[in-house]
């Protein structure tokens, strides 16, 4: 006779409030497709900005194997940073605005029988972060008109795609400045006005928008785009060959791939983390962090 499996721990932490759909009905479908053989589940609710990270850390010390992120990329950036060096795996279903994390390694958004299925038949692999002196990033991170645009879509009532895209007109018409700044990549230095720059861990900013053809979470290397000051006639062509995945035939753009980024601070530098806006005046350093979090993705995938 075989031997009754154990069955897994599994903490799901919904945040109410990300996206712009309502997760009321979450808890409902959890209960109708969660794998009842093979997990025993608990439900927790954030009731504040950074709350997921706690309760992920209670997660850990509770000997949950598996923490799953109910919300956007920054909800799974807080769940990630207590999971990092541990046995605890991270789980997705991705219900935020961009979810740019999720779409890299196909689970479904705003999708939440696709996201569970995952959880019960997926495979847990290791992955890289990037860790900076202020937080782990699971995607990306830089600033420019990113970091600004995140700023603005912040304080927008509504979400989704609609509200984002009129944050990134808004910006790009009226308010945005590039930014100075002195930045060295791994041995190389530059010290220019900078219109963008990003650092990715994951190939996606969100709403299935990606930069390069492919980025790879488990390489050891960030990607990383340069954007310097264009005229703003080349404003179009610019953002239809970063559409098509072809930076490297804009002339105003630079790719490089690196392991260590050091961001010299500026008086109220603006940067974003995982699409949350940072204002932070020191020194900020980005190394990558090899194969240190365990994440449940779909079975059948073998690209990260």
Same mark, same amino acid.
């Given at each position: 006779m075989d031997a009754v499996q154990e069955k897994k721990k599994i903490m799901f932490i919904i945040n109410p409030i990300s996206g712009v759909y309502r997760k009321k009905n979450i808890p409902e479908k959890i209960a109708r497709y969660i794998d009842y053989v093979k997990y025993d589940y608990t439900i927790r609710f954030? *009731?504040?900005?950074g709350h997921a990270t706690l $309760? &992920? *850390?209670? &997660? !850990? /010390?509770q000997g949950y194997d598996v923490c799953v992120a109910v919300g956007g990329d920054g909800s799974i950036n807080e769940v990630a940073q207590s999971l990092v060096g541990t046995q605890t795996a991270l789980g997705v279903i991705p219900y935020g605005s961009g979810n740019g994390f999720a779409t890299h390694l196909k689970i479904p958004p +705003?999708?939440? /029988?696709?996201? $569970?299925n995952v959880l019960n038949t997926g495979k847990i692999v290791k992955l890289d972060l990037i860790k900076t002196n202020l937080r782990y990033v699971v995607? %990306?991170?830089?600033?420019?008109i990113d970091s600004s !645009?995140? +700023?603005r879509f912040h304080h927008h009532k509504i979400r989704g795609f609609a509200s984002y895209a009129w944050a990134v007109m808004k910006e790009l018409l009226l308010y945005f400045k590039p930014f100075d700044a002195k930045v060295e $990549?791994?041995? !190389?230095v530059l010290e220019r006005e900078f219109y963008l720059f990003t650092a990715f861990n994951a190939n996606q900013y969100g709403y %299935?928008?990606?930069v390069f053809p492919f980025t790879s979470m488990k390489d050891g290397v960030m990607d990383v785009i340069v954007l310097n000051p264009f005229p703003f006639w080349k404003l179009f062509y $610019?953002?239809?060959c970063c559409v098509m995945k072809r930076p490297d035939v804009v002339k105003e753009a630079e790719i490089f791939r690196a392991r260590r980024i050091k961001i010299h601070g500026t008086k109220k530098m603006l940067y974003q983390f995982d699409g949350d806006s940072v204002i932070w005046h020191d020194d900020v350093m980005l190394e990558v962090v090899p194969q240190c979090i365990q994440v449940i993705v779909p079975e059948h995938l073998n690209s990260f």
């Open positions: 954030t *009731q504040y900005a $309760i &992920a *850390q209670q &997660a !850990v /010390e +705003r999708d939440a /029988e696709g996201a $569970i995607s %990306n991170a830089g600033f420019g !645009v995140a +700023r $990549i791994d041995d !190389v %299935n928008f990606s $610019i953002f239809f």
